[in-house]
């Protein structure tokens, strides 16, 4: 920077070191002025000799002006050099360094003015120069790696750049894909997002011998500090980075409960308050506060940085992001003993004025006494323990704890796209995660398997020791934040709070001591690590008799795993259906569908202990073991199955309800009945999905299997009629055996259902092993092909009802006709019978023999 012609300002030295007794000034070979700006005077500048600067009354700045720069060799040269130690030296390396910075200069002048701050001036970028450093890059060396911190800047001057991710890994090493290439000119990183804590969303690999300036983000900062002005060309660009941003903050709700001020406060207090406050995007050197003023405005810093400025001492701290301040004004007491100014592109914050405080204490007056208590006590910050309570490992530790903790724990911010972890990944510190905002990919092996939003956790097993690699690659959907608790900073907390680790191994075993006596009865035989995480998420509650809160939300958006004391499961009308006691499971259901037991709730007959699992809760589990999900949606719903035989007053596993409702497997062999219900599948279907049957009477509709209805309720929807199928019979038993060809309408779940199936291709694989039941099978299939639609339309129209019957009531009525099956000795219809037209039916025998 040229502060008047012919004057130069030397950068880079020490204050200190511009008014120390040297050789140069006390022989007056070069004379120079010392310029120097108070403290905390951001406007003013005033110039004193350097006799009379007394070194402890320095300003913020203190530079060194030297006429005639351009002379400035010649001058110095043309002195009694021999008298100055290592001169010779001392001016090679001036040279150097101004042939450096020139050359630096040069480089930033087009990138700088033309990209990312339009039109800033030359002597601007001579600033922002004297901050950066020439780098030089081998081929194949990394210039910044995916997944660091570093906010530098990196301008490419020559060579060309290599843009990768990983993907994975595979015999021990990461795989990587090249995703783009960069040129001279191009820069790494976004001035924008400085200060948010945003980690490299790629790896810039060397592709060739590269050069390149870094900018370090302090240096920038630094140099936007003094020139306010020069970010404003970039403001619109700045401004749609912070509203991208402001996507995933948390809730205002969320945003009140973790203040000190408001704990305590009720839930309708907070959500009406919250209702007021608002997010705001403040700009890069806006003054939030002024020093002595009494604003009474409420600022939580959710994204950027402040700074924190006093009256002749300048700035004596920073306020970063998850950081708040203003609540002694908010309340009256006291005024502003601080500036704070915006020293990042942008600042959003969590605004809560005076005036909408005071609207919330009217609508709830209720909540007066707790806030005049407040005056009395130090309120101030955010109760960062809050945000790591919401993960299942930590809910037993005390509040002091959590919050030595959470000084240790890093938020980190990433852009969609941007990998938090990669499968396989080894960390000698082991981290978890809680999802603070936004929505993570879970991906196996490159597929998603599962979308974790808000709130959820992972990475317990790493941290925990109980993995050594990470088993789960995990993205960012949405611009998500994530909270990232090193294995290392709980074991330093603990050496504080040595009284937590017994406090800690004593919670979670209460937490899983469960597991150990009473285990989910769908969870038998499944790794150990996988049932180790199921019982750590889900949560663990204590109901004394009669508490009707247990069947009520969000209780019954949950499964319930009795682990103590007994509980009745009562209908609609309060009627008691069953008693569940120790290991007994209520509404598993709700883990596979969206529907929960509306008909039916659960309620304590004695004091006792549940697990209550939700949905979200296995989908996070599942996500550190994708490969169990398939085997656990089955081992659920055969557990269901199991419970619904046994209420039907079958014995479980298949066998006695073939024979009990199906006609065919009524006298079939002990050991072909075995075989078969070795291949029955319990399925589960949801409400308004089609069991089984045919949209209309299509012909081409594939009938291939039977299904007998374990619980739920579904309609048979023909074309003459719509009736309920009761629980515990079969449907489509002549499709399954071959002996029709399609079913006699559809069959629609109402409610959930659970259901036996039995496909024919499996029948015919155990038929092959039993000859005498298949040749039974064979003479029934042989007599019902036999006997055709056709040969069924002349049958009635030579029978006594129908022998006057048009062709074409025929042509309707033969579609319409149910194929039904018969065990040996049924009585199918006796003398003395109601017939009521319309009502009762007709029979046409198809196969097999009766006798009258």
């Not at 002379?71 to 360094?97: C, G, T, W, Y």
């Not at 002595?292 to 306020?319: D, M, Q, T």
């Not at 298949?654 to 199906?662: A, F, K, P, Q």
Request: charged letters at 25%; aromatic letters at 8%; glycine letters at 8%.
């Amino acid at each position: 920077m040229t502060t008047s012609i012919g004057e130069l300002v030397l950068f880079g030295l020490c204050p200190y070191g511009t008014v120390t007794r040297s050789m140069w000034s006390r022989n007056k070979l070069l004379e120079f002025k010392i310029v120097t700006a108070p403290s905390s005077k951001r406007a003013s500048r005033a110039r004193r000799s350097a006799s009379a600067l007394p070194l402890e009354d320095l300003g913020g700045a203190v530079l060194a002006l030297v006429p005639q720069a351009s002379a400035l060799p010649d001058v110095l040269r043309s002195q009694k050099s021999a008298r100055i130690p290592h001169f010779q030296e001392s001016m090679e390396a001036l040279e150097k360094n101004v042939m450096e910075r020139k050359t630096i200069w040069r480089a930033l002048m087009k990138p700088l003015t033309q990209t990312m701050l339009p039109g800033v001036p030359a002597d601007v970028v001579w600033e922002i120069a004297e901050t950066a450093q020439l780098t030089s890059t081998n081929e194949g060396s990394n210039i910044v790696t995916e997944g660091s911190f570093d906010e530098d800047l990196i301008v490419i001057t020559e060579g060309v750049v290599s843009v990768e991710r990983r993907t994975g890994w595979k015999d021990g090493k990461p795989m990587t894909a090249v995703v783009g290439r960069l040129f001279p000119g191009a820069i790494i990183g976004d001035m924008s997002l400085i200060g948010l804590g945003l980690s490299r969303i790629a790896t810039a690999r060397a592709k060739t011998c590269v050069s390149s300036v870094r900018i370090p983000a302090a240096g920038l900062l630094a140099v936007l500090d003094r020139y306010p002005g020069t970010i404003r060309s970039s403001q619109l660009w700045i401004q749609g980075s912070a509203e991208f941003l402001t996507s995933s903050l948390p809730t205002g709700t969320e945003v009140l409960r973790s203040l000190r001020l408001f704990a305590g406060c009720g839930m309708p207090f907070l959500s009406y308050l919250a209702g007021k406050g608002e997010h705001r995007i403040m700009d890069f050197d806006t003054l939030l506060v002024q020093e002595g003023s009494f604003h009474g405005i409420l600022f939580v810093v959710e994204a950027g940085r402040c700074s924190v400025e006093v009256e002749g001492k300048g700035v004596v701290a920073e306020v970063p992001a998850g950081n708040c301040f203003g609540e002694r004004t908010l309340l009256g007491a006291t005024a502003a003993n601080a500036s704070v100014r915006v020293v990042t592109p942008f600042v959003i914050v969590y605004v809560v004025s005076i005036e909408m405080f005071e609207e919330a204490l009217e609508e709830h007056p209720e909540e007066q006494e707790h806030f005049e208590q407040k005056k009395l006590e130090a309120v101030e910050g955010r109760v960062k323990g809050s945000r790591l309570r919401n993960a299942e490992l930590f809910r037993f530790c005390s509040e002091p704890f959590l919050e030595l903790l959470a000084e240790s724990v890093f938020t980190r911010t990433y852009l969609p796209g941007q990998t938090v972890i990669l499968e396989g990944d080894f960390e000698e510190d082991p981290r978890m995660f809680v999802l603070a905002g936004g929505h993570l990919s879970a991906e196996f092996e490159g597929k998603q398997v599962s979308l974790l939003p808000h709130g959820a956790t992972f990475g317990e097993l790493a941290f925990l020791g109980k993995s050594w690699t990470r088993a789960m690659t995990f993205r960012a959907v949405t611009l998500s934040t994530v909270l990232e608790v090193p294995r290392s900073a709980y074991d330093a907390a603990l050496e504080e709070f040595p009284e937590e680790e017994q406090r800690f191994i004593e919670g979670v075993g209460q937490s899983l001591q469960g597991a150990a006596k009473v285990k989910w009865p769908f969870l038998q035989g499944a790794d150990s690590r996988f049932v180790f995480l199921v019982d750590l998420h889900a949560g663990r509650k204590s109901f004394l008799a009669g508490d009707a809160s247990l069947g009520s939300p969000p209780h019954t958006e949950a499964a319930i795993l009795i682990l103590s004391g007994t509980a009745a499961v009562v209908d609609g009308s309060g009627a008691e259906l069953e008693v569940l006691s120790e290991g007994d499971c209520f509404n598993e259901k709700i883990l596979l569908t969206d529907a929960a037991a509306k008909d039916k709730r659960l309620v304590p007959k004695t004091t006792m202990e549940v697990r209550l699992l939700t949905r979200q809760n296995l989908t996070n589990v599942l996500a550190e073991f994708p490969e169990a999900t398939d085997s656990l949606n089955v081992s659920i719903v055969s557990y269901m199955a199991q419970k619904y035989e046994k209420r039907l007053g079958f014995e479980p596993g298949g066998c006695h309800i073939l024979r009990e409702t199906t006609a065919f497997f009524c006298k079939a062999s002990e050991e072909i009945l075995q075989d078969v219900a070795r291949l029955l599948r319990p399925e589960i279907f949801a409400p308004g999905e089609r069991i089984a049957g045919n949209d209309a009477l299509e012909e081409h509709d594939a009938a291939e299997f039977m299904q007998i209805l374990l619980d739920g309720s579904a309609l048979l929807e023909e074309p003459a009629a719509v009736s309920p199928m009761p629980i515990g019979t079969c449907f489509g038993e002549p499709v399954v055996l071959g002996v029709a060809k399609r079913y006699p309408g559809k069959l629609v779940a109402q409610s959930v259902c659970v259901v036996f199936t039995l496909y024919r291709s499996d029948l015919e694989e155990a038929l092959s092993k039993h000859p005498k039941d298949m040749a039974t099978l064979q003479t029934l299939r042989s007599e019902a092909f036999q006997m055709d639609y056709q040969k069924v339309h002349r049958l009635l129209a030579k029978s006594d009802p129908f022998n006057k019957a048009s062709s074409e009531f025929l042509n309707a009525v033969c579609p319409r006709a149910h194929i039904v099956l018969f065990p040996p000795d049924t009585l199918i219809m006796s003398t003395g019978e109601d017939c009521e037209l319309g009502a009762a039916c007709f029979y046409v025998l198809l196969g097999g023999k009766v006798h009258a």
